[in-house]
């Protein structure tokens, strides 16, 4: 019997290497990924009219950056950085649901509202992210 998973995962893991040969600014792809969460913890910060100190901020960011820097390291985003599936959704997958956790052993709350829409605005950035860095570093050159 024929094995037709075998050349879709070549094919696959072909597009990976040729995402990873073409992403030499991996780094860039890390720090937009911190400044998304960043941006994700502070409107949440304003959104419930929390005090806009520095206190208040590092401990509405840090589960989740906490869990961000976990989730990079485990993916190898130094080798992924473009790639949605399923590196991109672990990514995203640890970086909520490890920050919620996080952010219930730190004392904070999470109620279900919370996670929804944590998990939702994570996978928009980091997902929506992903996409659009794809869509850049995979369309083919102008020809002039």
Do not use: C
Not at 62 to 78: D, E, H, K
Request: net charge neutral; aromatic share 14%; no cysteine.
């Amino acid at each position: 019997m024929a094995n037709f998973d075998e050349p879709v995962e070549e094919a696959a893991s072909e597009a990976t290497e040729g995402l990873v040969r073409q992403s030499p600014a991996w780094k860039l792809m890390l720090v937009i990924d911190v400044v998304l969460v960043l941006v994700f913890a502070y409107l949440g910060m304003i959104s419930h009219h929390e005090s806009a100190d520095a206190l208040t901020y590092i401990r509405i960011a840090s589960p989740f950056l906490l869990a961000y820097a976990g989730a990079a390291i485990f993916t190898g985003i130094w080798r992924t950085a473009h790639v949605f599936w399923p590196q991109g959704v672990t990514l995203w997958f640890i970086t909520a649901f490890g920050g919620i956790l996080l952010r219930y052993l730190f004392g904070d709350g999470v109620a279900l509202a919370f996670q929804l829409v944590a998990a939702g605005t994570l996978a928009l950035f980091l997902l929506g992210r992903r996409m659009l860095s794809n869509f850049i570093v995979t369309r083919p050159a102008k020809r002039a």
